[in-house]
């Protein structure tokens, strides 16, 4: 089953401009409903205002940046990872493996293939 046959809302958080808008393009173009924010501070007050949980976060992590942290600590703390799940991408050579309060850890850059499958393949259906 793709995207198409089950419309999914993906929540893409990256703190780079033309990387968001990639994502966002890519995303789209595959079906998916897509809210895009730079920083995991905006995405937690998006998350607050939404009638429905996403699918999926799409979360560019830094292990040293104390925001992304605190963003999957509230997750974990709101009990939201067990229905909300974190793909985590990362261009920091510190991070290999996925950190708890993520589904998965992808290093950047990524294929566009493998990201796709990652997508669908931790995306809650709901």
Not at 73 to 93: C, F, G, K
Request: with cysteine.
């Amino acid at each position: 089953m793709d995207a198409l046959d089950n419309p999914s809302t993906v929540l893409v958080v990256e703190s780079y401009d033309d990387l968001r808008e990639a994502l966002t393009a890519l995303l789209v173009l595959e079906g998916y409903t897509v809210l895009s924010v730079a920083s995991a501070r905006q995405a937690l007050d998006v998350l607050s205002r939404l009638p429905d949980i996403p699918s999926l976060v799409l979360l560019s992590l830094m292990l040293r940046n104390p925001e992304d942290q605190r963003f999957l600590t509230r997750l974990r703390n709101l009990d939201l990872t067990s229905r909300l799940p974190v793909l985590a991408l990362t261009a920091d050579p510190d991070l290999q493996a996925a950190p708890p309060g993520t589904v998965c850890l992808l290093g950047k850059p990524v294929r566009t293939e493998v990201l796709l499958a990652a997508v669908d393949r931790y995306r809650t259906r709901h």
